[in-house]
């Protein structure tokens, strides 16, 4: 028995059948990372959990259902806030697009809503009476672009 256990041994772990197998493992480890990093880059459905907050979580973003609505810098949207300065003291430039956020989403949390800002993240600047809970107000800088956009429920990505 013990002389068949050592035979065993010898014959098939030889240092080359070691290597082998350590070649292997590692083999199969870089292509579980590179089948992970291809499904968190291609946003497959697999690597989304739901948690009971009903947020998903992807890759650092989660995505929440929310209304979003679009405001400018005139009286009509921001009454006597029209000042130029949002509520996170940023100064309004030319170019500018950023959200209004209720405050449980920190200044310069990102946001990226499908169809403003070419769907790119924009951090959220500001904040607005109305814009409580899953709120969330898309800057234009003037009245016409903000009632283009209207009113809209999307799911939009969020990452802190
Ligand atoms: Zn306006």
Redesign the pocket.
């Known amino acids: 028995m013990k002389n068949s256990a050592k035979n065993f041994v010898e014959h098939y772990l030889k240092p080359s059948t070691i290597i082998i197998i350590i070649l292997t493992a590692a083999n199969i480890f870089m292509l579980a990372s590179v089948f992970g990093f291809d499904l968190v880059s291609s946003e497959i459905p697999l690597l989304i959990t739901t948690t009971g907050q009903g947020h998903s979580y992807d890759a650092g973003w989660r995505t929440v259902r929310m209304r979003v609505s679009a405001?400018?810098p005139?009286r009509?949207?921001c009454g006597k806030h029209s000042d130029g300065l949002t509520a996170s003291t940023h100064r309004i430039r030319r170019g500018d697009m950023f959200i209004a956020a209720d405050n449980k989403y920190d200044f310069k949390t990102r946001f990226v809503i499908p169809g403003y800002n070419e769907s790119k993240p924009v951090e959220v600047l500001d904040r607005g009476g109305a814009i409580r809970g899953n709120r969330l107000d898309v800057f234009f800088h003037s009245?016409k672009e903000?009632m283009e956009w209207g009113l809209k429920y999307m799911d939009v990505k969020f990452m802190q």
């Open positions: 405001y400018c005139c009509k949207c009245h903000a």
